[in-house]
Each structure stands twice: as structure tokens, then as C-alpha cells.
């Protein structure tokens, strides 16, 4: 682990003086900044993967998880899909300074508030250095200073990553400290982080259960939960099963080992009996495990037995639980009770069996006929996200560039005084 006895307070500090000064900068000076770190992205390609790869063999001599592992490595497609994130932020409109709800008063006075950054932003995340980027393309642009502190598993990676973003900085004229990174990787630096409320603004982690609890547990700074992704797809009565099974595969396979990955399926009694071989003869070859409930195992003998634990689990792995349901209700309720409120589906030709599964499941989002792979920032058209927040305020879903300011109330008069 690395230890250089940093001094946080002195590197918050210095990012936060560095954010007012981003704060005031010109769209313009913002994008130029974007499009020089992407360029200097794209001539450091060899030195990432580089870097990455030591990362990669530390996990592996670790014994981390092939998921794990998957979301640590960066290859050449995904190096691309960084520079493709940062072009995106830069086609984005800029939220800084937008002004909105203006009303005239009786007395004259103009009242209505203007987005304005809110100010420093500590993000705490794991195995994915791919955040570096997203979040630092995201925070440049919204005129936010950030101080990103990621897991030991990724630190090699992070660190170069971190240094180009400050070359693309420095190029365009705007100070390196907006965007700072905590090289301390030990659990005390983000019990130290959590602490500076002097400094930073907003906390957000992103990570695992245990991380998630330890920020929320300890911090003084409010905190903006990016939690697990207990994701489920329900396929009702009414669901047209080829779409279903295509739906189904691609929630639990594509990508397994994120946060958007189904990890429960819910299936109508109705259509069980049809549907349930289907999509085993589909996972069997795709070697997906299945776990479930007695109803499932009646029609699928020989399958494990899920437990109340495996529904209230994020397996990030081809693990999926089954469990067979008699109506629309049941299933909503189950997912009302075991979800993660990130994102669920429902596949139905219902109409009215849709609204109300959109309508009544506590999720950050809800899917009718689409895989809740689709849950990302990029893929909603946001350019980039910060993480998917699972709770209610001020965000809720992918975070993007507007999630990251603050309104502010502006008034305009003309003499007026109160009586």
C-alpha cells in the first residue's frame, strides 16, 4: 500500500482554492482543458496499459474475483471509450451560470436562482480507474474541484491517469490542484478525508457494501450514496418471452461484474413452466449458476436453493437467483424489500402492468422492456457519470453535470426596501 504521509488538510485546501478559480473559468478554457486530456490519453496509451498491468497482476496474485479483475483492466477499447467520455463532456451544455425560475414580484422585485458549482467534491471509489476520468471530465466541466481517492487495487493506474489529467489542465491554463488524488491507500485516509469538512463540500462513495457503511458512519460532510446495484428484471404473464430471454441474457452476461447487472429474476407462474428451461439451456452455456426458490427448483430440479441471503446479495459474478411469482404484486413487493433501489425492468405487453411497476417500485430507475444494462450515465445521454446514487436527495439515478451544482437565489431591485 502506498504511504506517503500525505497532508490531506494542505491538499484539500489546495484544491479548494484551485476550484474557485475553475468556478470563473470560460466554457471555452473548460473544454480546451477536456480535449488536451484526451489527448493526452490517447499518446500515453502504451503507458496506461502499462501501468494497468501491474495493477492487474497484484489482483490476480491476490486472488481478486474475475469481476474484480474485469473492472480493473483497461484495454485498448476501453482507453478509447475514456477519450470518447471526454469529447462527449466537452459537447455538453455548460450548466454554470444557467439562470432559471425568474418571476417578477408584485413589489418588482426579479427573483430566481442560477447554477452555480458546488465546490469540492471527495470521491471515494474502488476498482475502477476508469472514474478517474469520468469523474474529473464531469467535474472540470461543471467548474467543481474534486479529490478522488481509489483503492489500493488500482493505484498504479490512477496515479498515471491523474497526472495526465493535470498535464491537460496546465495546457489549457487552469491550475493542476482542481483535480488532486489521496495516495494513501489505507482504510485512515478516508477516515482523515471524511474529516475535512473546511474543505470539501460533498462526499461520494462508490464501492461495496462495507465502504459504503464505513463513509456514511464516520463522515461529517454530507454524503451522496452510490451503493450496490441488487438488480432485478421481472418477466410478467403478459411479456413476449423471445424479447424476454434476449432482455434476460443480456441483464445477467453481458457484463456481470457491474453494478447494473441483474442479479435476481422474477418470473410470472404462468409463463415459468415455458420460460424457465429456455433461459437455463441459455445460462448453462453461458455458465451462469442459478439459484432458486421451490417453485423454481420443481421446475428446474437439481438447481441450488436460493436463501434469503442470496436475494439481498450483489454477486458481481454469473450467480443469478430465480424466484416464481403469482401476480405483479408479489413480485413489486419483493423487490421493494431486497432491492437496492438502483435499477429493476419489467418485460410485459401490459400497458397498465408497466405503469404500475414504474409507478410503484422504490428504484432509482425502472425499466419496461429494456435491460437495466442500459443504467449508466453515458448510455442516458449525460456524457458521463460521477456513480448512480441509490438514495432521494438532492440526486437520484446516474449523477451527471447538472447533479453537480447548486441553485442559487438572485434577486434584482430597483430601489425596493421592506416595510
Known amino acids: 500500500m502506498y504511504d506517503n504521509s500525505e497532508n490531506l488538510s494542505k491538499k484539500a485546501g489546495q484544491v479548494k482554492l484551485a476550484a474557485r478559480e475553475l468556478a470563473k473559468a470560460e466554457t471555452s478554457r473548460k473544454n480546451q482543458a477536456l480535449l488536451a486530456i484526451a489527448e493526452e ?6 503507458a496506461i496499459k502499462t501501468e494497468n498491468s501491474k495493477d492487474v ?3 490476480k496474485e491476490k ?9 480493473l483492466t483497461l484495454n485498448d477499447k476501453r482507453i478509447q471509450g475514456l477519450i470518447e467520455v471526454l469529447n462527449d463532456v466537452v459537447n455538453l451544455k455548460d450548466p454554470v451560470g444557467e439562470i432559471f425560475n425568474m418571476n417578477t414580484l408584485p413589489n418588482g422585485l426579479k427573483v430566481g436562482q442560477i447554477r452555480v458549482p458546488i465546490g469540492v467534491i471527495g ?3 474502488e476498482s475502477r480507474p476508469n472514474v478517474c476520468i469520468e469523474v474529473a471530465a464531469l467535474t472540470i466541466k461543471s467548474g467543481n474541484g474534486v479529490i478522488l481517492r481509489g483503492g489500493s487495487d488500482a493505484i498504479h493506474s490512477n496515479l498515471l491517469l491523474t497526472s495526465l489529467i493535470g498535464k491537460g489542465l496546465v495546457r489549457a491554463g487552469l491550475p493542476e490542484d482542481c483535480v488532486g488524488i489521496v495516495k494513501d491507500t489505507k482504510r485512515e485516509s478516508v477516515l482523515e ?5 473546511d474543505f470539501i463540500d460533498v462526499i461520494i462513495p462508490r464501492g461495496g457494501l462495507e465502504l459504503i457503511r464505513f463513509v456514511e458512519e464516520n463522515s461529517v460532510i454530507p454524503v451522496i450514496r452510490h451503493d450496490m446495484g441488487i438488480c432485478h428484471t421481472y418477466v410478467d404473464e403478459f411479456a413476449n418471452l423471445e424479447m424476454a430471454s434476449k432482455i434476460c441474457y443480456n441483464a445477467k452476461v453481458q457484463r456481470p461484474g457491474v453494478c447494473n447487472a441483474m442479479e435476481t429474476l422474477l418470473i410470472h407462474s404462468r409463463v415459468a413452466g415455458q420460460f424457465l428451461p429456455l433461459m437455463k439451456e441459455i445460462y448453462d452455456k453461458a455458465g451462469v449458476i442459478l439459484r432458486g426458490c421451490e417453485k423454481t427448483r420443481k421446475i428446474l430440479p437439481g438447481i441450488e436453493i436460493a436463501s434469503e441471503i442470496d436475494w439481498r446479495t450483489e454477486y458481481l459474478d454469473l450467480i443469478l437467483s430465480v424466484k416464481v411469482v ?4 408479489e413480485a413489486i413487493d419483493h423487490i421493494n424489500n431486497f432491492s437496492s433501489h438502483h435499477s429493476d425492468a419489467i418485460v410485459t405487453d401490459s400497458y397498465t402492468q408497466g405503469m404500475r411497476f414504474i409507478q410503484e417500485v422504490d428504484s432509482a430507475a425502472c425499466f419496461i422492456n429494456a435491460s ?6 453515458n448510455e442516458f445521454g449525460l456524457g458521463a457519470e460521477m456513480g448512480i446514487s441509490n438514495q432521494k ?4 439515478g446516474p449523477m451527471g453535470l447538472k447533479d453537480l451544482m447548486a441553485p442559487k437565489y438572485i434577486i434584482f431591485g430597483n430601489g425596493q426596501v421592506r416595510t
Open 41 to 46: 490519453i490517447d499518446r500515453n496509451r502504451d
Open 326 to 329: 403469482e401476480n405483479v404484486d
Open 123 to 125: 470521491i471515494i471509489f
Open 393 to 396: 436527495l438532492h440526486v437520484r
Open 63 to 71: 486472488g481478486l474475483s474475475g469481476a474484480i479483475i474485469d473492472r
Open 372 to 377: 437495466t444494462r442500459f443504467s449508466d450515465g
Open 57 to 59: 497482476a497484484a489482483g
Open 193 to 197: 478525508l471524511v474529516k475535512l469538512k
